[in-house]
């Protein structure tokens, strides 16, 4: 069998969810989109459920795996529904909705419902993206309000930059947001803090935090956080070496030989490659851990191998373990060799078989 895997460390996760809760010192929404960024949606849920306030997914395709796997925690659909007719389902499912533009207003207006539905409303602060903008924001709130099956409202608003420790737009989004709080009754429930802003600027910790990346144990942080480092990652990718070559100095390796040895070289072939979700313009040098130490690619990633140098590895060969990422070696480390972020890293995940180990007692 291909001995390319992916590993789920649930207890990892659950250690990961219950930092940023107590960091966030209130409610915290465990961000499980996109396939929980490509650890598996179910499998995240069901391990932090009982634990997690919430899940926040991007839409109800997600919200309806989750409900359908069994998970009756609430669920926030991030974007908001995409179309009135999912308005039945969400009621159905009781899930929770974001509103993030006037049309969606209107949609609630025309559709009754039985029991009240939890309105997230997104502001615009300066992301540009989603979200109210600020001049209509009190009127789309009181809209709301006044729909007696509307429930609990929550004010949200997403930051663009928190990862940036030393930019100005995250207290500018920071001050935006609070001059909307101003204009609504005391006591509003609020919600702003992605997983960077959680980490790294204390003073967006609202009611309710809203962790995702460093759930799964990656930050992209721009400067050291302690915060940061009590994470445990949560996904290993790692392969085996398939084929060993001794090469001289001299020789192209792979595609393109954008790697030529300049010494007398020792070529692991590792059976994973750029349609496993690795970085197909991943640079040489980019750190690789070989049966537990550090070691490095060289040459161009293929579709279904990698080749590493073993020259400096003697006891290695066929069958050693290669991590590409994980606890050894962060995911955001092996992204920035490939102008890539860990989000995109996490979430591109394919082919490979994935295991989950630490699941809770039963
Ligand atoms: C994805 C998302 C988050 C989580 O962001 P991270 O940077 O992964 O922590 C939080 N809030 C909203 C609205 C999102 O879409």
């Known amino acids: 069998m291909r001995p390319a895997r992916a590993t789920i460390d649930l207890e990892a996760l659950r250690h990961n969810y219950r930092h940023a809760r107590a960091l966030g010192g209130g409610k915290a929404l465990a961000v499980v989109k996109a396939d929980a960024y490509g650890h598996g949606a179910v499998d995240c849920a069901r391990a932090l459920e009982g634990e997690a306030d919430g ?20 669920i926030l659909l991030l974007e908001g529904f995409f179309e009135a007719d999912e308005l ?26 039985a029991r009240p539905l939890q309105a997230w409303v997104k502001l615009d602060t300066g992301m540009h993206r989603l979200g109210l903008p600020p001049d209509e924001y009190s ?19 997403h930051f663009s930059r928190a990862d940036e420790l030393s930019h100005a737009g995250t207290p500018q989004q920071l001050a935006s947001f609070e001059t909307a709080l101003a204009g609504l009754p005391a006591g509003t429930v609020a919600s702003i803090a992605n ?6 600027w204390p003073r967006t910790r609202r009611d309710w935090v809203r962790p995702g990346l460093m759930l ?6 721009d400067a050291p956080r302690e915060e940061a480092d009590a994470l445990r990652a949560v996904m290993t990718l790692e ?10 100095a001299g020789e192209p390796i792979g595609y393109a030989g954008t790697f030529t040895t300049t010494r007398a070289t020792r070529v692991g072939v590792v059976a994973a490659g750029y349609a496993d979700g690795y970085p197909q313009y991943a640079t040489s040098g980019t750190p690789v851990v070989i049966d537990g130490r550090p070691g490095e690619l060289i040459g161009r990633v293929s579709m279904d191998m990698l080749t590493v140098d073993l020259t400096d590895h003697p006891e290695a060969g066929i ?10 070696l962060p995911v955001a480390e092996v ?17 490979v078989p994935r295991r989950c180990i630490g699941a809770a007692p039963a």
């Open 239 to 248: 392969s085996k070496v398939i084929s060993v070559r001794d090469l001289a």
């Open 195 to 200: 997983s960077a802003a959680l980490m790294a």
């Open 88 to 113: 039945a389902l969400i009621e159905q499912h009781a899930l929770w909705t974001v509103v993030a533009s006037p049309w969606q207003v209107d949609a609630l207006e025309r559709h009754p419902m």
């Open 319 to 328: 069958g050693s373990s290669v991590e590409l990422w994980g606890p050894r």
């Open 216 to 221: 799964y144990g990656s930050h992209m942080l």
């Open 335 to 351: 992204a920035a060799r490939s102008g890539n972020s860990p989000y995109r890293l996490l979430t591109g995940l394919k082919r």
């Open 139 to 157: 009127r789309a709130w009181q809209r709301l309000r006044a729909l007696p099956w509307i429930g609990d409202m929550v004010a949200m608003s």
């Open 55 to 74: 899940f926040g997914v991007a839409c109800i395709e997600e919200a309806l795996e989750l409900r359908e796997a069994g998970i009756r925690a609430p």
